[in-house]
């Protein structure tokens, strides 16, 4: 009876690795996929997931010095750092990978202090002192982002949320009506 459990389990574990998709068009001209074979329908070979690990990277920088510490605590006066847009968790779809990124600074930024903006717990592009970012290249898939505001030495004055995003391409007819 086990044996007959295992076997079973074994199939209900495997079963989703072979799943099928299939492509067929209907009398009207209308393509088609689904998971369940049509008469002549095509098999589709879906390519193989893309996963990517990024490294973890500390998000803030250690400061050894006690001296330093106090110093950091008396000149660092930001009080609140958002990441307004994109909103956590939303979808974004652009064929180019293009993310527009708005930030909420209390209270305005310093001259001598700038932005990070990280992706993935990796800085993306150079600081620059505006809040707001136009990100280029971003691959499909979920991505993290956080900002921080580093001084002129480079230490983390103030780091802000992480929200996630999906980017993901434009979807095929997107916009049209069915008839």
Not at 17 to 23: F, L, S
Not at 101 to 126: R, Y
Not at 161 to 168: A, E, Q, R
């Amino acid at each position: 009876m086990i044996r007959t459990y295992l076997i079973l389990w074994i199939i209900f574990l495997a079963n989703p690795m072979y799943a099928a998709v299939y492509k067929w068009t209907d009398s009207n001209g209308n393509v088609t996929f689904s998971d369940k074979p049509h008469e002549g329908a095509q098999q589709i070979e879906l390519p193989k997931i893309q996963r990517f690990s990024s490294p973890a990277v500390p998000l803030e920088n250690k400061i050894e010095d006690t001296d330093d510490v106090e110093m950091e605590s008396t000149k660092n006066p930001y009080k609140k750092l958002l990441i307004v847009e994109p909103q956590d968790q939303v979808t974004i779809r652009n064929a180019q990978g293009v993310v527009n990124v708005k930030l909420e600074l209390t209270p305005k930024l310093k001259p001598s202090d700038a932005i990070q903006l990280l992706m993935d717990n990796i800085a993306f592009g150079e600081p620059q002192s505006a809040t707001n970012f136009t990100m280029q290249g971003v691959i499909r898939g979920s991505h993290t982002l956080t900002a921080q505001v580093v001084d002129k030495k480079g230490r983390i004055l103030k780091t802000s949320d992480s929200i996630t995003i999906f980017m993901m391409p434009p979807r095929i007819n997107m916009g049209k009506p069915n008839t």
